[in-house]
């Protein structure tokens, strides 16, 4: 499958969900989502630009789990693309064990709280990082990205193909506080490098 994106910050989350409501958005998901990034010791993944995930989700109804691949990134009309291909896990942990037992290590946690909205044939994000801006990822074809990015009624300028690094760099420069993308961060028990976000 290919996945094609845009992030951006969302300074006002409560107006942009009223913006998705109004425009016919209907809430998909809202809840926790937690997300393993696995590589090898020597990061042989991360210089293939490819990455190996095992996605977390948990509305306090249901707890689900996702193991994803995903291929190296390009940039067509100023997208970010990749393929992606994952499935649906019945035991995150049992997964967790086999990819530690295949000598995978962990090199980054993410945690945040979510918000996702289908509107049409996009889907929007609003992310919620433990200190860190609000992010909203939209995912679809590009002229449904488009039509979302004006439907949150934010300048197009503001949504790129950055990484998610890019966004915490710039958080830290503004702010002078360190960006914190899991709890581990935020209690400053983190050996996580934030290039391998």
């Known amino acids: 499958m290919r996945e094609v994106e845009l ?11 009223v913006l998705l409501e109004r425009a016919g958005a209907t809430r998909a998901f809202r809840g926790a989502m ?9 990061y042989a993944l991360r210089q293939r630009d490819e990455v190996l995930r095992l ?3 948990d509305d306090r109804v249901r707890a689900s789990a996702q193991l994803d691949f995903k291929g190296p990134t390009s940039y067509p009309d100023g997208f970010k693309v990749r393929e992606e291909i994952g499935t649906e896990v019945a035991d995150a942990d049992v997964i967790h064990r086999m990819l530690l037992s295949l000598g ?9 709280e979510v918000e996702v909205f289908m509107l049409g044939a996009a889907m929007v994000r609003l992310e919620w990082y433990p200190r860190m801006d609000v992010l909203a ?3 679809g074809e590009p002229d449904a990205i ?7 009624g934010l300048p197009r300028a503001g949504f790129t193909t950055e990484r998610l690094s890019d966004f915490a760099l710039r958080f830290e420069a503004r702010t002078g506080q360190r960006a914190a993308l899991c709890a581990r961060e935020l209690a400053a028990v983190s050996t996580y490098k934030l290039d391998d976000a």
Do not use: N
């Open 7 to 17: 992030k951006g910050v969302i300074a006002d989350p409560d107006a942009a969900r």
């Open 34 to 42: 937690v997300d393993r990034r696995y590589d090898t010791p020597g």
């Open 55 to 57: 996605r977390l989700l």
């Open 104 to 112: 995978y290590v962990v090199t980054r946690e993410i945690e945040r």
């Open 137 to 139: 990822e939209v995912e």
């Open 146 to 152: 488009e039509h979302a990015i004006a439907v949150l």
